[in-house]
């Protein structure tokens, strides 16, 4: 059998099952499934809004406990899956990177940013106003002539910096990361160059400062060094491509630049506290679902 290496993509027409426009809103009891219990990624944005259920959704492979009024949160390439109660009621927004450079624009969302909770806890009065925004781009979206979606696009916005306020009274910490442009520089360099380099004073060439002084910013904000960042980046990857590839051990240490498999086993040991067989074969047992 051929091996896999790569982690399956599921595209918003495959889950909709039709092709949409960059904006995709719709009632979970409609269109949602509640046993997603394959781990796959997406190359599209997700928000997950939870009214009414229970359950568990984990994403790159934090369970999360899923109760009323929350909002979890979903990125590109973050591995997940989620079995939730058949009574679960709530909606499911998807859309395309562009459909949020508008937003960013006027400040960065901080609950798509790198390391931060995927899940933000809301009242019931305050689920109840970002459930108003909703229901009024539900009923937006339909409209495709360009004023139409200009208006769904505006609509768009104003509930996501509405989920905002909320994000950053909840996770006040968070706006710091955001904010900060050496740190936004720092993540997006790690995403492109993790598998290839490792060390610090890499990141810091390219960001024009002394290693020193990223490992002190990424201390102030981040509340770990920039040596910690570039480690934990790496073993999020060898994590999901040992639950979600067929890859062998000795591949995946390849894949992520170790010329030796017993020094990737050691390392990746130190971190999770088990060796990668042991995570393949303990996280098979976790997700095993009747």
Request: charge should be positive; hydrophobic fraction near 40%.
């Amino acid at each position: 059998m051929k091996k896999t290496k790569t982690i399956e993509t599921w595209s918003r027409s495959k889950v909709v099952g039709e092709d949409t426009w960059d904006i995709t809103l719709f009632e979970h009891k409609e269109k949602g499934r509640n046993d997603l219990i394959s781990p796959h990624k997406h190359d599209f944005y997700l928000i997950l809004f939870i009214e009414q259920g229970h359950g568990v959704h984990e994403i790159d492979f934090l369970p999360l406990t899923v109760k009323p009024y929350q909002v979890h949160f979903l990125r590109p390439q973050q591995v997940h899956y989620w079995k939730l109660a058949e009574d679960t009621v709530g909606h499911q927004l998807m859309f395309a990177a562009n459909a949020i450079h508008f937003v960013n624009r006027l400040s960065a969302l901080p609950f798509f940013q790198l390391n931060v909770p995927s899940v933000l806890e809301l009242t019931a009065q305050e689920y109840a106003e970002v459930r108003q925004e909703l229901t009024k781009l539900l009923q937006l979206l339909p409209d495709k002539d360009s004023i139409g979606q200009e208006i769904s696009a505006l609509q768009f916005s104003l509930l996501l910096k509405k989920i905002q306020r909320y994000y950053i009274q909840t996770y006040p910490a968070v706006e710091a990361q955001v904010k900060d442009a050496k740190i936004q520089a720092f993540k997006a360099l790690l995403e492109v160059h993790f598998k290839t380099d490792n060390q610090v004073a890499f990141y810091a060439d390219k960001l024009n400062i002394t290693p020193n002084y990223l490992n002190i910013r990424t201390q102030k904000i981040l509340g770990i060094s920039a040596s910690t960042c570039i480690q934990r980046r790496i073993i999020l990857e060898a994590e999901r491509l040992l639950i979600t590839t067929d890859l062998s051990v000795k591949e995946i240490a390849f894949e992520l630049g170790f010329e030796d498999t017993g020094y990737f086993n050691r390392y990746f040991k130190k971190w999770n506290r088990k060796t990668p067989g042991q995570f393949r074969s303990g996280y098979n047992l976790y997700n095993k679902v009747p």
